[in-house]
């Protein structure tokens, strides 16, 4: 296969935590080099000039909802695919909240055999953790990680039935399984729209208090203890859950965490004038806690982001604040809305990169999220300063359900590859 020679590059190492010039070389869809410095000449390489702009590895986006089977009309995995590649999203791990829900074998091969056929991108499926997700019964956990799963999530279900989850954890921890959770208290969040407070209260909408996700970690946390299960928070949105998490990472258990991009740039007042492209699950929250969940990226105490890529059709959407369906996609928007947080100094690019693609994927056990020799060629080329005005009729999800229609950011990608492979741009 060819060689391809990326010089003049901005190199950000989330390993090493440095971001510095040098170049890249790459063979057979692997790094086979990284020049701390300007590189050799390489015969019969094709060149990439960076030009300055950013090199760093492809973001590992946990998370993604792909609408297949049963709603293809909101995403499918060759728009999803797309839409990732445009982004600088390499590989996406995909949500099993589809119709019917991903909860056994035949689903996720499938599932599997679609998105190899389909997507450009590397997809990578989670599983139903409960049959259904109903949370009743779980699933058959040891023949779906066989068939491929690399997590078991009942989404934005929680299981309220403290019996089955503590059954399914144990059962998990004994094929070294991730559970992943979200962590909100339903009996609190139930028809919740807003995060309560003086802001919901002034725009009439039903609010949930942020305790209920200390809550719900706090009972999770518990039954760790209990099971020594391997468990990743899908979202941690609120400074009050924040030292629950601290305590148990300090005390050894096997945990992690995630934000979703959308909680880490935005915040409660964006729902201003009931726009429904910002109703979200769980809500947008206060600033305080937008800028403490921030500050928990920067120091490593929330260990991923990811854009909880969310398709909705514009029916689901344009209804009544508290009526209209919940989510927002993320895949484009991802990179430009992170750098938000690089640009007001509030995070650096290899702190971020860490976020975004470094600790996911050894959250999974990939070898992504490294510019190292050996590692996949799965690169991502950015001009991070670079400005543009979003328009959500150009993006390439079959949904549009942006919150950042119209708005002014920073951060272009100029190229995405996969496996070595030029997947997106014009290099």
Not at 28 to 37: P, S
Request: hydrophobic share 45%; glycine share 8%.
């Amino acid at each position: 296969m060819t060689q391809t020679l990326f010089i003049n590059a901005r190199l950000i190492d989330p390993v090493a935590q440095t971001d510095s010039l040098g170049a890249l070389l790459i063979e057979d869809g692997l790094i086979v080099q990284v020049y701390e410095e300007a590189a050799p000449k390489v015969k019969g390489a094709l060149v990439v000039n960076c030009a300055g702009n950013c090199l760093a590895p492809g973001i590992v986006d946990i998370g993604v909802k792909v609408s297949e089977p049963g709603e293809r009309h909101k995403e499918s995995f060759r728009s999803a695919g797309r839409a990732a590649a445009a982004g600088g999203v390499t590989t996406i791990v995909t949500r099993p909240d589809t119709m019917p829900a991903i909860d056994t074998p035949e689903t996720l091969e499938f599932v599997a055999r679609r998105a190899a056929i389909d997507a450009c991108v590397r997809v990578l499926p989670m599983a139903a953790l409960t049959k259904g997700r109903e949370g009743r019964e779980m699933t058959e956990i040891g023949f779906l990680k066989d068939a491929g799963a690399v997590a078991f999530t009942d989404c934005d279900r929680v299981v309220t039935n403290t019996k089955v989850f503590s059954r399914a954890l144990t059962y998990a921890k004994s094929l070294d399984a991730l559970v992943i959770a979200h962590i909100q208290d339903p009996g609190l969040s139930d028809g919740a729209a807003v995060t309560s407070g003086k802001f919901a209260s002034l725009r009439g909408l039903a609010g949930v208090s942020p305790m209920a996700e200390r809550m719900a970690l706090d009972r999770d946390i518990a039954l760790l203890e209990m099971t020594g299960a391997r468990y990743h928070a899908d979202q941690i949105t609120t400074a009050r859950a924040l030292p629950a998490l601290e305590r148990a990472k300090r005390n050894g258990f096997q945990i992690t965490a995630g934000v979703g991009i959308h909680h880490l740039t935005l915040n409660e007042l964006d729902v201003a004038d009931y726009r429904t492209f910002y109703k979200l699950k769980p809500p947008l929250r206060s600033e305080d806690d937008r800028v403490a969940v921030v500050k928990a990226v920067a120091e490593g105490l929330i260990d991923i982001i990811c854009s909880m890529h969310t398709p909705q059709d514009e029916e689901s959407k344009r209804l009544p604040f508290e009526e209209a369906a919940s989510g927002a996609v993320g895949l484009e928007t991802i990179l430009p809305a992170a750098l938000r947080l690089y640009h007001a100094e509030m995070i650096t690019l290899p702190r971020l990169f860490a976020a975004l693609s470094l600790n996911p994927s050894r959250l999974l056990g990939l070898p992504s999220g490294r510019l190292r020799a050996g590692a996949p060629a799965d690169l991502v080329w950015f001009d991070p300063d670079a400005p543009f005005q979003l328009d959500r009729a150009t993006l390439q999800s079959k949904s549009k359900n942006t919150p950042f229609d119209g708005a002014r950011m920073e951060g272009v990608v100029l190229g995405t590859w996969v496996n070595g492979n030029l997947v997106t741009g014009a290099a």
